[in-house]
């Protein structure tokens, strides 16, 4: 069954930017340590995802992300195995936390989505899961 509970998802939950607002326009801040809960190895940013098309589909063995959607909206499904949430994303003082062994796919990008990802570790191939049978073989056999 889909939720849109996020924090039935085992470590996931929903993160809070800063945000200063004067004359000059808007300025939104998050501290890796602090208000992103690990220190900052990479950052990242999705755009100009073609209309229908999709991101993710895998999970991290060892990393944990932050995803701020900077720009525009989108969907983001994320499951544990067990329990399975879909959150939209349209706001930029808000974002989603993706602990280690959570899958995420990410949908329904509107055309103007730009997405700045936040990551606990430097990129590292071997340490992704892309096959979702594999997945649920994984989170239930911990």
Not at 28 to 46: L, M, S
Not at 48 to 76: L, M, W
Not at 98 to 111: E, G, K, M, Q, T
């Amino acid at each position: 069954m889909v939720d849109n509970d996020i924090n039935i998802i085992s470590g996931c939950r929903m993160v809070r930017a800063n945000r200063w607002t004067d004359e000059r326009g808007q300025l939104f801040f998050a501290e890796g340590g602090g208000d992103i809960p690990f220190h900052i190895e990479r950052v990242f940013w999705i755009t100009n995802v073609p209309e229908g098309k999709s991101r993710g589909g895998h999970a991290h063995s060892t990393c944990a992300e932050v995803i701020f959607p900077v720009q525009g909206t989108c969907d983001i499904r994320v499951t544990d195995g067990r329990h399975e949430a879909v959150v939209h994303l349209d706001n930029p003082e808000q974002g989603i936390l993706i602990p280690a062994n959570v899958w995420c796919d990410l949908h329904h990008f509107s055309n103007d989505c730009i997405l700045l990802v936040a990551a606990s570790q430097h990129y590292n191939v071997q340490g992704y899961v892309h096959n979702y049978e594999e997945f649920l073989s994984k989170s239930k056999n911990p």
